[in-house]
């Protein structure tokens, strides 16, 4: 679905950019004039991601995120193209233009959204049917009220082959649309059944209240336990939370992350409503920043079994450049959360929460449980592992603090350990340099960018810088290819990348037509809208005068002419590490 560049044009005017984007992350305004953040696609501590009010678009200098607000909602909220605007257009109270032909992919995202919201009924019936019998005596074993069962919307699939199959078919949807959303599979034989039976069944719900998947577990020993919707049209694993959609509300900033469905559930009913859970196997960068953007403390509540503890060290290790405050439940008397409130009450788990440790006094914790103390080589032992895990700690006043604490607790002289501390660090030093180099080799000879999506940018250096300055001042001065016309065109440009946006923007001067980066999303990807977006930021440190761009002009008709430069690609380690110290800022 095609948008005409003035209702684009008119969308951007009303939506606010800078209040869009405080819906996710905390602005703050460094100085009057640009608005910061910590960037809400990925997870930093150092505010990176700028805004833009005079265009009204974004871009971060961390991971090169940008674009506009279409943009921001396509990403933030995993939409496609016209839902980002449809969900624009309701903020700010716009009518979406009528087109009788709609999108096929939207349309197949609506039709998913339709039937999961209908099988999600049509579980909950059949849990207060008859026939839902056994799944509601495994429920009230588990102790879950009706209210809580209802809020979470709980259900059962019937130990039948078709009985969701027949529902649906007699709601209008197709086998091969049920296939596609994961609600059925096709057999061997080429028949369909049921993707879900004889389970209890958890809904998945995203932050705006779709149904998006469903998690099924067994209501006996049998295998396997949990039995997930897998990635369809509409739901991504991997960078989906739990419950979410109620802990985001009223959570102080804190959240709580546990293993699974039920122990998030037992938390909700116990009055912890700030509990979400991983959907997945194994934690993601996506969920860390998802969960990021609500919380300013994230408290680790795995079970206390090896598998738990493991999946601890996991999700710590995801974690350490998280922008989060990190705490540790230590689950005393029981395996999980569910079995400890059932048990010891939810008075006790309220204990456990607020002694809850740090991701520091966690490691240190788990490492004096690997040695006998009171023989000296156990305290060796451990002196050796405490060291490592104090020098990764960045903060000056935070690594002297549990330096003294490890004295204390050790009897060995604070001096020591500092020495000691000091030459881990210095060999943690050694050793980032070292990947600092090989990374940066890799890039070379794979011929790569990690900070430009341009291939061409590390061969022909000041020859980019020079077209992104030209591309920067037509953006913001479309007049300036007339005045240039003698001299511009695209023959001067060296790389390929940067060539073709110029024969964009150049065509779309000529024709008279908006350069809001609005009017680009349409066929815009994620790269070239960043990309657009860094154009516009550097915008911002440009003369603003024909004669910058002169003199860009100039540089690239000097970098045509110059001999190849050496292949670095080709090199010897010790060439390129030579080449790589020389020119390291």
């Not at 985001?248 to 992350?257: A, C, T, V």
């Not at 030209?470 to 060296?494: G, N």
Request: aromatic share 8%.
């Amino acid at each position: 679905m095609r948008f005409s560049d003035e209702f684009l044009t008119e969308l951007r005017s009303r939506v606010d950019i800078e209040e869009l984007v405080g819906r996710y992350t905390e602005i703050r305004h460094r100085g009057s004039r640009t608005p910061v953040a910590l960037c809400p696609f990925h997870t930093e501590k150092t505010p990176s991601f700028v805004i833009y009010r005079e265009n009204q678009s974004y871009y971060c200098f961390g991971c090169g995120a940008g674009g506009d607000a279409i943009t921001f909602v396509k990403n933030i909220e995993r939409l496609d193209y016209v839902e980002a605007v449809r969900y624009l257009c309701e903020r700010v109270g716009m009518n979406m233009p009528m087109d009788p032909v709609d999108d096929q992919y939207n349309k197949l995202r609506r039709r998913c959204f339709e039937a999961n919201r209908e099988a999600a009924k049509f579980f909950y019936s059949r849990l207060l049917s008859e026939e839902g019998a056994p799944a509601r005596e495994y429920l009230k074993k588990r102790r879950l009220t009706d209210e809580t069962v209802k809020h979470f919307g709980l259900g059962y699939a019937p130990d039948r082959w078709d009985s969701l199959l027949k529902y649906l078919r007699s709601k209008g949807y197709r086998d091969d649309e049920l296939v596609s959303f994961d609600l059925a599979r096709k057999t061997s034989r080429g028949g369909t059944i049921d993707a879900f039976r004889n389970r209890l069944m958890f809904p998945i719900i995203d932050l705006r209240g779709n149904v998006i998947a469903f998690g099924g577990r067994v209501l006996d020993d049998s295998k396997p336990k949990y039995l997930n919707t897998s990635d369809t049209v509409v739901y991504k694993k991997s960078q989906g939370v739990y419950a979410l959609n109620f802990a985001k509300n009223n959570n102080d900033g804190r959240l709580i992350l546990c293993e699974g469905y039920m122990d998030v559930i037992a938390m909700h009913q116990a009055g912890f409503t700030n509990a979400v859970a991983g959907l997945g196997t194994a934690f993601t960068q996506e969920q860390i920043s998802l969960l990021s953007r609500y919380c300013t403390e994230l408290t680790l509540c795995f079970d206390s079994d090896e598998a738990g503890v493991k999946a601890t060290n996991r999700a710590l290790k995801m974690l350490e450049h998280a922008p989060m405050k990190l705490r540790v439940m230590h689950l005393d008397g029981g395996k999980d959360p569910d079995e400890i409130i059932k048990t010891q009450g939810k008075e006790r788990m309220d204990q456990i929460i607020g002694s809850a440790m740090n991701d520091t006094e966690f490691a240190l914790d788990r490492i004096r449980k690997k040695y006998d103390t009171a023989t000296e080589d156990g305290k060796l032992n451990y002196m050796n592992e405490a060291v490592e895990v104090l020098a990764e700690i960045g903060n000056e006043i935070e690594r002297d603090l549990y330096t003294s604490r490890l004295a204390s607790e050790t009897g060995i002289e604070k001096q020591a350990l500092e020495a000691q501390i000091s030459k881990a660090r210095r060999a943690r030093g050694r050793k980032q340099k070292q990947k600092e180099f090989e990374n940066a080799l890799e890039i070379v000879r794979e011929g790569s960018d990690v900070k430009s999506p341009n291939p061409q940018k590390r061969q022909f250096r000041r020859a980019c810088a020079a077209e992104e300055i030209i591309l920067a001042s037509l953006l913001k001065h479309p007049d300036y290819l007339r005045k240039l016309k003698d001299k511009l065109s695209e023959d001067v440009f060296v790389t390929d990348y940067n060539k073709r946006y110029f024969r964009d923007l150049s065509s779309r001067i000529r024709e008279g037509r908006s350069l809001d980066l609005s009017v680009f999303n349409e066929t815009g990807d994620n790269e070239e809208m960043a990309y657009l977006s860094y154009l516009l930021a550097k915008g911002d440190s440009l003369a603003d005068s024909l004669t910058e761009c002169e003199q860009c002009i100039q540089t690239l008709l000097s970098e045509k002419t110059k001999a190849d430069a050496p292949n670095v690609g080709k090199m010897s380690n010790d060439e390129f590490r030579a080449l790589f110290r020389k020119n390291k800022p």
